[in-house]
């Protein structure tokens, strides 16, 4: 097979499949409950922050803690990881 076309493909692929990648810390809707500004930038207080995460529905709540175990997936939300760490929710 021509590795012109491969290449062209896989990349079709990715493109397509971007979306797919998003994880749940990537989804502004689980997010928002979390920050007190539209923006996303300021985190709520800590009990602010319980209150929200006992709010958040157990399959949402276990798809956020496996991104934030993956130091990769992670990375990009630290603030929001270690806040969730700092009141004990880590496996």
């Given amino acids: 097979m021509n590795p012109k076309a491969i290449c062209l493909g896989v990349f079709a692929l990715s493109v397509l499949g971007g979306v797919a990648?998003?994880?749940?810390?990537?989804?502004?809707s689980n997010m928002q409950p979390f920050f007190t500004d539209?923006?996303?930038?300021?985190?709520?207080?800590?009990?602010?922050?319980e209150t929200a995460w006992k709010a958040t529905p157990k399959s949402t709540q276990n798809a956020m803690m496996k991104e934030c175990n993956d130091a990769a997936m992670s990375k990009p939300h630290a603030q929001f990881c270690a806040q969730l760490f700092a009141l004990g929710h880590h496996s």
């Fill in 21 to 28: 990648f998003a994880g749940a810390l990537d989804e502004p």
């Fill in 38 to 49: 539209a923006s996303m930038k300021t985190m709520k207080s800590s009990a602010d922050f």
